[in-house]
């Protein structure tokens, strides 16, 4: 068995619609990437449609700030059959093969 442990900082998120923008730095801040403040990364990942940051400008703006080529950004639908296992194969492998923590959205469908 491969233990794998990053050292990640915590910040809690300032507000409701920060939850990706506070992921995000600490996902940056952990490879050491160019970091910036929550409001920042909010401003660069926001989207309107998502009410937040959207998956594609999480993954954008950490490849531009330091992260893999290939996305940590993994987006569940609570709904999907076997959602749990597609999220912690994703999350391993960002852990252990790219060295990022990942940044999971749960999108709580009704």
Not at 40 to 68: C, I, M, Q, Y
Request: glycine fraction near 8%; charge should be negative; aromatic fraction near 6%.
């Amino acid at each position: 068995m491969v233990e794998t442990i990053l050292a990640v900082p915590y910040y809690e998120q300032q507000d409701t619609t920060t939850c990706g923008a506070a992921c995000l730095k600490m996902a940056v801040e952990t490879i050491g990437g160019n970091t910036a403040t929550e409001a920042v990364l909010f401003a660069e990942t926001h989207s309107p449609l998502w009410g937040g940051s959207s998956p594609d400008n999480l993954a954008d703006r950490l490849k531009a700030r330091g992260g893999p080529e290939a996305s940590t950004v993994v987006v569940v639908k609570k709904t999907t059959p076997h959602a749990e296992d597609a999220l912690i194969q994703r999350m391993i492998w960002s852990i252990h093969d790219a060295g990022v923590p990942p940044i999971a959205l749960i999108a709580w469908d009704a």
